[in-house]
């Protein structure tokens, strides 16, 4: 019902910069197909149009830059988690508060089956439309979200089932109320408890990976990235406030950053980049969320063969052999 509620209250998706010339050729060929109905002749052009029309979006995604990647990975039309939990899940049921303060709605979490597994799948929500939007809270998580997420993963741990991460924040709320409840031990205390969780963790970025927030849900055996998602410490308008003190240097600080799923794959951070439908997810949410399914499948069939504690070790390791860097000789 809550995604219902978001998407008819959803606006008309707006279009990026770079998509306009595919946006423009598609409009075309709407108008053609509907005269086509009384002039059949019109058919070939149609066909020239549409082939041009593939050809032209996979020319320009196939050379897109980091922010524009960024900007991608932003889009408000791009599947949510609540819109794969729809497509991936079934039986899904939601479970809220963490039994210490209340519930947070920017988190969503709970039970269900994926292909035939009992899994607890817990993923961040934006929400669509204005209402959504406020109640979750733009998708930044309070204390009690991350709280409530490693409730659920401790009792998943109990049940012995497996846990599906879906990231999609800016970042964790930094207001002063999240604050006072304690934000940043919260979001410790999921790091610390889900490294050694004794069940298959797969996390997956599916849109914004943003900071301290989106690490929260991040600590897992398997890391995927979609195709243009981004996962970084700091968004690129912060890293260029504090760098260059100037907003308009943003896209050489997404450049700077190697924050797309490529850069981040390259650096041994990602196991595995997921395709999206051809021009983003936004596309078709269908296709993106059939892909993203059968790498979770594979990789979680993969896991559910380990002991415990190989789950551990390797999950210890893995994160042990995150990062390098360079010791500089001494004078």
Known sequence: MAETAERMDSPA?????????????ERKIEGLVKVSREAPELRPQIDLLESRARELQREIFADLSPWQKVQLSRHPARPYTLDYIERLIDGFIELHGDRRYGDDPAIVAGFGLFEGTPVLLVGQQKGRGTKEKVRRNFGQPKPEGYRKALRLMDLAARMRRPIIC????????????????GQAEAIAKNL???AGLPVPIVCAVIGEGGSGGALALGVGDRILMLEYATYSVISPEGCASILWRDDSKKPEAAAAMKMTATDLQRLAIVDEIVPEALGGAHRDHDITARNLGDVIRRHLAELMLLSPETLR?????KFRRIGAFVESGGG
């Open 166 to 181: 879906l990231i999609d924040t800016q970042g964790a709320y930094p207001g002063i109320d999240a604050e006072e409840r």
């Open 192 to 194: 610390e408890v889900m």
């Open 13 to 25: 998706a707006p279009v990026l910069d770079f998509e306009r010339p595919i946006v423009d050729l």
């Open 313 to 317: 070790a390797r999950r210890y390791a």
